[in-house]
């Protein structure tokens, strides 16, 4: 076994060992000159994240309850003496092979009167492309929009926020926007409207039994 002597011994050799090697490395810092050089540290790149996109708005859906309320509405005839009997379902006719019709075509001569088929409000004056002169009129609760297109011209005065009853003349067949022009219609269909109520939102209703059961 070390002795206290011996172990003491040892002690003082590595002390003295510690000391050379201290000063060793001082002696050649001083001779080169040159320090220690900090380590550069890379820094990960912040990739920013992308807010999520927000969801699409769901379009209105169609009840069993909501065509109940739309046929309690009785709607009448939006051309002013044109016979039920010849209307012609063209609701789910392609145009141009690839879309959807989702109206009537109620052909009549240029001038005849278009009437409110319901009581409510204009909400819409609009002019575009396709529709040409348009109507969007709502009916008493907001629920539906009934649109009229191609029209010729509006009823003189008639402007956005009127109140309408049912029959009451708004407007006069016509064939603008894309409509042939040796063929006049009105192109007329019915939108059930979602909660934001925005007349160019909405899903498209056949009006075709509600106007062929009068």
């Known amino acids: 076994m070390l002795t206290v002597k011996t172990t003491a011994?040892?002690?003082l050799v590595c002390a003295l060992a510690?000391?050379?090697i201290a000063a060793a490395l001082k002696s050649h810092r001083a001779s080169s000159g040159s320090a220690l050089r900090p380590v550069a540290m890379e820094t990960a790149s912040v990739v920013p994240v992308k807010e999520a996109a927000p969801a699409p708005k769901r379009e209105a859906l169609i009840g069993a309850d909501d065509l109940q309320l739309l046929a309690a509405r009785r709607l009448a005839m939006p051309v002013q003496g044109y016979d039920a009997l010849k209307l012609h379902d063209t609701f789910d006719e392609l145009r141009g092979g690839i879309r959807k019709h989702e109206a009537l075509d109620i052909m009549a001569a240029r001038g005849t009167p278009v009437v409110a088929v319901d009581d409510g409000v204009i909400m819409?004056?609009?002019r575009s492309i396709a529709g040409g002169i348009t109507i969007y009129q709502s009916d008493p609760s907001e629920k539906f929009a009934y649109y009229y297109a191609h029209l010729d011209r509006y009823r003189d005065g008639l402007k956005e926020?009127?109140?309408v009853h049912r029959g009451d003349v708004i407007a006069y067949v016509g064939s603008t926007g894309n409509a042939p022009a040796n063929?006049?219609?009105l192109h007329f269909t019915i939108f059930l409207l979602g909660p934001e109520k925005k007349w160019w939102r909405g899903k498209a209703v056949n009006p075709f039994p509600y106007l062929a059961a009068r």
């Open 9 to 11: 011994l040892v002690s």
């Open 18 to 20: 510690t000391v050379s």
């Open 124 to 126: 819409k004056l609009f």
């Open 183 to 185: 063929a006049p219609h």
């Open 161 to 163: 926020g009127d109140a």
